[in-house]
């Protein structure tokens, strides 16, 4: 695979610097120098990557060159060649740097639930949530990579089959409530991507997290046959005995509002009246998270339940932050949690 050539290759070159030091038994804080072009030689790594994964979304996979990604990463060929063996080589590498992104995002996601379905539908909002924030490697996974020659595609089976068996098998203690096919998990997860591969190419800027709740009743109840719990809705979840006009906002917001939501609701809330958006970290800071990875999730789950919206005004770009903002049942619910308090 053109990956672990370069890999090796990389390994080979490394092992060349490095011999003097592993002959005497020294450690890397004895030899600085060797430590810096370690140091060195990863940051242009990661430089080549992301030119990569820029490039292809710009021109698509089969028109990239060598020269296109040096030019966009800043970098010599020679660098590039010390590095990659090809073109190839380093595409495929790009795939599964976007592999590893989503995956961080992904399984934690996944992991922090108690409940199988409720883990399906959390793995899948983190998912959709890497979308957004990383639309560049996101691109590169669901829509470059079907267009990125032969081993591209047999990699891409391979994560879809992995996947599918996560889904159907569970992991750790969660498990499935009935045994489901290998046909029915793989058959859900492609419909997954199908969608998210037309969404992303007729609408490249559009943010795909408010897909989230219609993509995981779709998988959980047509794709995996398993029945999906209805959100209760403003009259069921009312007392008993109240009239429609009594109804709180609380009663059917479908979510659970732990005190870090609150936290979020209210930052944003206070954020209102200098009229700008706040970006994922400045929520995060203004509600004391310190895992960034747990804040992305919490403001992908708000906005699947319609309680923010990000008012970036121009499309992304790399490296351009959200500007999350309360929509007027967002600014319900806060109200009504500070009467309740």
């Given at each position: 695979?053109?990956?672990?050539?370069?890999?090796?290759?990389?390994?080979?070159?490394a092992?060349?610097?490095g011999?003097?030091?592993?002959?005497?038994?020294?450690?890397a804080?004895?030899?600085?120098?060797?430590?810096?072009?370690e140091?060195?030689?990863?940051?242009?790594?990661?430089?080549?990557?992301?030119?990569?994964?820029?490039v292809?979304?710009?021109?698509?996979?089969?028109r990239?060159?060598?020269?296109?990604?040096?030019?966009?990463?800043?970098?010599?060929?020679r660098?590039?060649?010390?590095?990659?063996?090809?073109r190839?080589?380093c595409?495929?590498?790009?795939?599964?740097?976007?592999?590893r992104?989503?995956?961080?995002?992904?399984v934690?996601?996944?992991?922090?639930?108690?409940?199988?379905?409720?883990?399906?539908r959390?793995?899948?909002?983190?998912?959709?949530?890497?979308?957004?924030?990383?639309r560049?490697?996101?691109?590169?996974?669901?829509i470059?990579?079907?267009?990125?020659?032969?081993?591209?595609?047999?990699?891409r089976?391979?994560?879809?089959k992995a996947?599918?068996?996560?889904?159907?098998?569970?992991?750790?203690?969660?498990?499935?409530?009935?045994?489901v096919?290998?046909?029915?998990?793989?058959?859900?997860?492609?419909?997954?991507l199908?969608?998210?591969?037309?969404?992303?190419?007729v609408?490249?800027?559009?943010?795909?997290s408010?897909?989230?709740?219609?993509?995981?009743?779709?998988?959980?109840s047509?794709?995996l046959?398993?029945?999906?719990p209805?959100?209760?809705?403003?009259?069921?979840?009312?007392?008993?005995?109240?009239?429609?006009g009594?109804a709180?906002?609380?009663?059917s917001?479908?979510i659970?509002?732990?005190?870090?939501?609150?936290?979020?609701?209210?930052?944003?809330?206070?954020?209102?009246?200098?009229?700008?958006?706040?970006?994922?970290?400045?929520?995060a800071?203004?509600?004391?998270?310190?895992?960034?990875?747990?804040?992305?999730?919490?403001?992908?789950?708000?906005?699947?339940?319609?309680?923010?919206?990000?008012?970036?005004?121009?499309?992304?770009?790399?490296g351009?932050?959200?500007?999350?903002?309360?929509?007027?049942?967002?600014?319900?619910?806060?109200?009504?949690?500070?009467?309740?308090g």
């Amino acid at each position: 695979m053109a990956a672990r050539r370069a890999s090796s290759s990389r390994g080979m070159h490394a092992g060349r610097s490095g011999r003097g030091a592993r002959t005497t038994g020294a450690s890397a804080a004895e030899h600085p120098l060797l430590s810096s072009r370690e140091a060195l030689a990863e940051v242009q790594r990661t430089r080549l990557l992301t030119a990569m994964a820029i490039v292809c979304r710009r021109l698509g996979p089969g028109r990239v060159t060598v020269h296109d990604v040096v030019k966009q990463a800043g970098v010599s060929r020679r660098t590039f060649y010390e590095l990659y063996s090809d073109r190839d080589a380093c595409l495929a590498e790009a795939l599964e740097e976007a592999l590893r992104r989503a995956s961080r995002r992904v399984v934690p996601a996944y992991d922090a639930e108690g409940d199988w379905s409720e883990a399906v539908r959390a793995g899948l909002e983190a998912f959709l949530a890497f979308l957004d924030e990383d639309r560049t490697f996101g691109s590169l996974l669901v829509i470059d990579a079907l267009a990125s020659g032969d081993e591209a595609l047999r990699r891409r089976a391979e994560v879809v089959k992995a996947v599918a068996r996560a889904v159907r098998t569970g992991r750790g203690g969660l498990r499935p409530p009935r045994s489901v096919s290998p046909f029915a998990a793989e058959g859900a997860v492609g419909a997954v991507l199908a969608v998210l591969h037309a969404r992303l190419l007729v609408e490249p800027d559009k943010p795909v997290s408010p897909l989230g709740a219609e993509l995981a009743a779709n998988v959980l109840s047509a794709g995996l046959g398993m029945s999906v719990p209805a959100t209760p809705g403003p009259k069921s979840a009312r007392r008993a005995g109240a009239n429609d006009g009594d109804a709180s906002p609380l009663s059917s917001i479908g979510i659970r509002l732990t005190y870090r939501t609150l936290l979020v609701l209210r930052a944003l809330a206070q954020q209102e009246a200098a009229g700008a958006g706040m970006s994922n970290r400045e929520v995060a800071d203004a509600a004391g998270i310190s895992d960034q990875g747990q804040a992305s999730k919490l403001l992908a789950r708000l906005a699947r339940h319609g309680m923010i919206v990000n008012a970036r005004a121009r499309p992304h770009r790399e490296g351009e932050a959200n500007a999350w903002k309360l929509t007027e049942r967002g600014a319900s619910v806060e109200r009504a949690t500070r009467r309740a308090g």
